[in-house]
């Protein structure tokens, strides 16, 4: 099944088996949200249990906390990630922190789901990755799923938590797996093995890096669509790269990262966000403070611009496999 | 004692009509055109509460224009007003083909409400600036902005003013007064207002004038702009578009339990007025009469303009999904261009082959001027902009670190 | 054309009175008591749009308890309610001075606003939640919770509840429905909202009450709250307390061009009335009013609690600096203590005797109480809460990032 | 003078100089700010030039926007850097980006300051430094004085500045320098030569580190209150450590810190900020990137905790000269 429908099957598991999950947000309800991961929610459970909201990301967010110190468990959408702004303070001073400074008299288990990233032809507000404005919230969790498995079992794992999960969805996976090879045919989910999706509810846990390349010279950290860019440019360049896709940014499966730089002795990070302050700067110094001894070369990052993401240059801004092989190389010759 | 109360349940409103539902809006009421009056412009907002809960229309059914509110334009600048919105509507419908040829990514069209922002346009002054959505191109097309120009930009060819940095009709003119136009929703209605409170601060007599969607009024920029023109009594004319739609979601979600979004204007002792904007003649008499009373020093107003989202909301969206095929046709409002050229008739004005005439003119125009920026460019025919252009301009002097990463990407 | 125009200016409002100046409350227009009837639960808020420019008063000034609101509490609540307040105001004395002592590092009082808090919480019942601001602790007073763990709380000592990670004040009680305080304004007011919807979405009969100042009104999550209790008629009551100030600011500023706050519910169409805040009758029957109305499905209830704020912000501010020192005194409205007192006393169930010794009581309990406090522990005198206690409850298990981390602190 | 005395006077300064100089913000007008950096600024300027606003952070960074882009120069004042997340939406998506989407169509000079940091027990509300928040965004610069002769000189260069410039006081600065020994007696900037601040228009350029201890052992990033504390651990341990007050973090002045770290060969990085995804690890990666094969150690990153400032255990928090001496000592052992 595509991501969408796995997103979607995800929901129905968990509204299925608890009536206190609920799923909210700007079109979401009669429509089934614009990306349709709820599409069939609202005539299924009800309109009380899943329904549109006003144009209000702040207020969606607010009501979905208010909810959760009530005893429900909201999942809701943001439409796309470039809209998460106006929501930031309701995350940042309220989600994230209700449960320490309550000392867990009132605690906030929400899902904010919300699709990511470009190649999408989106311009700057369809396209952004904003994880790293997470990642410096203590009190989240992070979540990046790159496959549909992935996405149903993270999604199923991120409503059982019992603290505030943001769930970003590379939207341009949403069909089909991409390797940044943007003028080469699409492909779509129905052929992939990622694409068979387990029945029911099963998770696939927070915190737990999955290795989807193995190999000797040079790690690479992605999550994403990174994931695939990475496989391609491996096999491109003939590197030997390891790669590794994080799926859980915050809180992060370091030994998995670790025991593979011991291993290399090298490091790719790769990621679409822009580069300064993004994720990558946090996956590098955690690196550098773990392996320093192992490491045979500088660390590369691959990243997007510090510019906002252009509509006409969207294949120079996007890490694509060109660029991510020449990291390879070059971390090799290092 | 908590025993006596029944369960409580959620309320969550639902339109009229469905996809196969018989779309009604006998729940609708129209005042008959001429019935509001005009207040002076100096008018405390508290005496035209009433405003907000009517529509100020002009053009009646036999297409005659009634009322205090009529008389604003001569036939001439009727005519012009018509032939902006045929060319409004034409390039709209070449766009979208274009878009669907894979000419570009993107298209939002204006069909059934074309007349709120040409016949806005030219109710301003030079100088004056609009802070508008992605829906109120016709403040560009009335207000003499190359179309040649609008294509370029949607194309992101070589000669796009944005150096294909923005999605397609994301355009920006500080010369025409058209803001750079963002894609999150709300946040330029506050700017507006910021901006009214500097030249009112400059001891300047420009305005500013706002502009959102129904939906997009429950954005939290909203309130502030709301907040701040209340308080510093800014020179702003701030216009809520309200279309019914909202991509899927009708405007009972946003508009909750009041009557009408103008309504939202009175919690803050802002004049409030609805108008039909489908009517070209309201519009333009009732943004003259709010430019003049921002310019006036009287404070800012807050005009509902009532229209129809007739076609879809984007190029990525298809309405039959949540609404009925038939509720554009039975929307009681009309279609502006037919109305408007339905008076220019009556009046003796105009006829059915000018207007034929004039239809296949401005298509003309629209299209020659589409083969123009065609030959210019198109999105990704490997022609520019180039991607040294996303470097540029993210600062005014560019950076240490961009310029290596510029070096980086080898351009 | 623009030239016959006049320069524009910028209108920044200005309070009636600066330091030096004499406070003149005349242009305050304030009903006479028992001048607003009181409508049925379940009125259309479009019905008593008056409400929302009126004040709803029950006691007048010879103490006699009038009119429609009057009547909902027997002598002895009325003594009950005396005592709340007087506690809440020897509370606010003692800890007051303890933050001048340096046992605590900040304090935020509510002289002049104790009916508001005490008389609410006893409209509610077991099980509602409040998300209150910081200063209505009142709701905790009234509603039984321990004062000693309230100062346990201000202490940051070894049984402070929140483990010393709150500032002063910030108390979380959920078992006295009473949300954990937020340091920032204003986010608080849609949770309560959501918490409604909760209620509504789960069959429960239980409502919510939402708290906001006058200043924080302006926030934008003011609106995000306004518009989701209108569009899902959520079972809350949502409260401003215009205490005519926020810190320096006086209520202009964020009220900007209407009349009264409570008139912003008149955007949404919810149900918004006006109330003495300083009348502990009053204060008592509106909120009784409004939840009733909440809990039987009707909707969202607006109410602005008029009131003064008569000391200093909080123990970082000094009035003075921005406000005459007799603007509290000249306050139209009275002192609430005093006012219940003298009400009590016209109807032969109280004196001035009375009085003295139940004040007498009441600071003996809470010096007291301050006695047990301070014997666990003042913030910095070395004892506890632990340092461990500031990496746990980040999550509800520790990741291992931040066992790390605790493990590099040394804890 | 003091940093709030330097502070008033840059704005006195621009305001004189130019009339496009608008300041405003909550109780910056009648009363100059809870903190008093905007005093007497009202009565000197009018009621048009220097104003109270409501309490909308949104509106107040929204109303400037347009207002820059009116012509104006806007200064305001988030009244702490803890609330400035209701305008985030408008700094991140409008002022950061108006250049770029317009082609400099319309501009944003405008500065918002806020003060930021702990040590005054403010608890999670009142002690947040959220400067990798901004640093993640392109468009924006990032500035962070550490005393009253920087402020003064740093603020006139923002508000020269042709686009938007995000100012952090560090609030435990405003009084006095501050090196973490909270329990001997507080200092003030009388006696301090950086409290000697030149009068008039004297600019400190952005985008230039400066070197406040030079050294020899080791290299240390460090911005704000940070640098005292830095200072103070190194005459604490005797580590010969170089201090750099990096003074603008964005752009940042990556020359001075390469250079510095070639000679010393180790680096630590001081921030209060929490530590995952903070500004520090942009640091780290940088010299990373830059300093590879200089690096004779594994950077350290000395940082506020991952969890919310806490009130009770402000010191427990706050990365204090002991903490910083323990890894000035780490990283020459390394
Ligand atoms: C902050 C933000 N949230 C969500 C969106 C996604 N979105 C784009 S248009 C739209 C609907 C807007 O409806 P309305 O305001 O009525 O304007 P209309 O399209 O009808 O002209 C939505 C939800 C957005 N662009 N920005
Ligand atoms: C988001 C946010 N902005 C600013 C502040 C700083 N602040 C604390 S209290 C206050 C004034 C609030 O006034 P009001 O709402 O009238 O409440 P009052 O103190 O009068 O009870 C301000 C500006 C804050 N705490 N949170
Ligand atoms: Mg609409
Ligand atoms: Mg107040």
């Not at chain 1, 069939?40 to 979905?64: H, M, W």
């Amino acid at each position: 099944m595509t991501m969408i429908e796995a997103i979607r099957e995800a929901h129905d598991v968990a509204m299925a088996a608890d009536d206190r999950v609920v799923v909210f947000g700007e079109d979401v309800g009669f429509f089934g949200g614009v990306f349709r991961c709820t599409a069939g929610l609202q005539a299924k459970y009800g309109k009380s249990r899943c329904f549109d909201t006003p144009i209000n990301e702040s207020g969606i967010v607010g009501t979905a906390i208010g909810m959760a110190a009530y005893g429900l468990k909201p999942v809701i959408e943001i439409q796309f990630a470039d809209y998460v702004y106006p929501a930031y303070d309701q995350i940042v001073s309220e989600a994230a922190r209700l449960r320490h400074r309550s000392n867990a008299d009132f605690t906030c288990p929400i899902v904010i789901r919300m699709p990511t990233g470009g190649g999408i032809f989106g311009g700057q507000t369809h396209s952004q990755s904003p994880e790293a404005l997470f990642t410096h919230v203590s009190g989240l969790k992070v979540v990046v799923p790159s496959n549909p498995r992935d996405a149903k079992g993270l999604l199923l794992a991120s409503i059982e938590d019992p603290d505030p999960v943001i769930f970003l969805e590379p939207k341009r996976l949403y069909n089909g797996p991409f390797d940044g090879y943007h003028d080469r045919p699409v492909t779509s989910w129905k052929k992939h093995p990622k694409g068979e999706v387990p029945e029911g509810n099963e998770i696939v846990p927070l915190g737990k890096a999955s290795i989807t390349r193995e190999g000797s010279d040079v790690t690479v950290l992605a999550y994403g669509t990174m994931v695939y860019v990475a496989e391609a440019a491996a096999e491109a360049t003939g590197v030997d790269a390891e790669v590794i896709d994080l799926r859980t940014l915050l809180p992060l499966d370091l030994d998995t990262i670790t025991a593979s730089v011991e291993k290399t002795g090298r490091c790719v990070i790769v990621h679409e966000a822009t580069r300064t302050s993004g994720f990558g700067a946090e996956l590098m110094c955690l690196v550098q403070e773990s392996c320093f001894y192992h490491l045979e070369a500088p660390m590369i990052r691959v990243t997007g611009w510090d510019t906002p993401y252009p509509h006409a240059q969207e294949w120079e801004y996007f890490p694509g496999p060109a660029r991510v092989g020449e990291a390879l190389k070059k971390v090799m010759e290092g | 004692m908590s025993d006596d109360f029944p369960p409580l349940s959620l309320n969550v409103p639902e339109p009229g009509c469905r996809p196969g539902d018989t779309p009604d809006f006998s729940d609708f009421e129209i005042p008959r055109a001429g019935a509001v009056k005009r207040p002076p412009v100096d008018v405390e907002p508290d005496e035209i509460r009433e405003m907000a809960f009517s529509i100020v229309r002009v053009l009646n059914k036999d297409g005659e224009a009634v009322g205090d509110w009529a008389g604003a334009l001569t036939p001439e600048e009727l005519r012009e007003g018509l032939r902006h919105m045929l060319t409004l509507r034409a390039f709209d419908a070449r766009m979208l083909i274009a878009q669907r040829q894979g000419k570009t990514s993107f298209y939002m069209q204006h069909l059934g409400e074309e007349a709120i922002s040409c016949a806005f346009a030219t109710a301003l002054q030079p100088g004056d600036m609009n802070f508008p959505t992605y829906r109120q191109a016709g403040l560009l097309i009335a207000g003499g902005y190359p179309m040649l120009t609008m294509m370029n930009q949607i194309y992101s060819n070589a000669e796009d003013p944005l150096h294909g940095r923005q999605l397609p009709i994301m355009y920006s003119s500080k010369e025409h007064g058209f803001f750079s136009i963002s894609g999150n929703l709300g946040t330029q209605f506050v700017q507006s207002v910021g901006w009214a409170m500097a030249s009112a601060i400059s001891g300047d007599t420009k305005i500013a004038t706002g502009w959102i969607g129904d939906g997009s009024t429950a954005e939290s920029d909203f309130h502030s702009a709301m907040v701040f023109a209340s308080t510093y009594d800014a020179p702003v004319v701030l216009n809520i578009v309200n279309n019914q739609w909202a991509i899927s979601t009708f405007q009972g979600i946003a508009r909750g339990g009041v009557g009408t979004f103008a309504a939202r204007g009175h919690g803050f002792g802002i004049a409030s007025i609805r108008v039909d904007g489908n009517d070209y003649l309201a519009v333009h008499a009732v943004a003259k009469w709010a430019a003049e009373r921002a310019r006036r020093g009287y404070g800012p107003t807050l005009i509902e303009h009532v229209t129809y989202r007739a076609g879809g909301h984007s190029t990525s969206d298809d309405p039959s999904a949540y609404r009925d095929k038939n509720e554009a046709a039975a929307w009681p409002l009309g279609d502006p261009i037919e109305r408007l050229k339905k008076h220019l008739i009556t009046i003796g004005e105009w006829s059915e082959e000018r207007h034929k005439q004039a239809e296949a003119e401005v298509m003309d125009t629209v299209i020659a001027t589409q083969k123009k920026a065609e030959a210019i460019g198109t999105l990704g025919d490997g022609q520019a902009p180039s991607p040294r252009d996303m470097f540029e301009g993210v600062y005014e002097t560019m950076p240490p670190h961009l310029i290596r990463q510029r070096q980086e990407a080898g351009y």
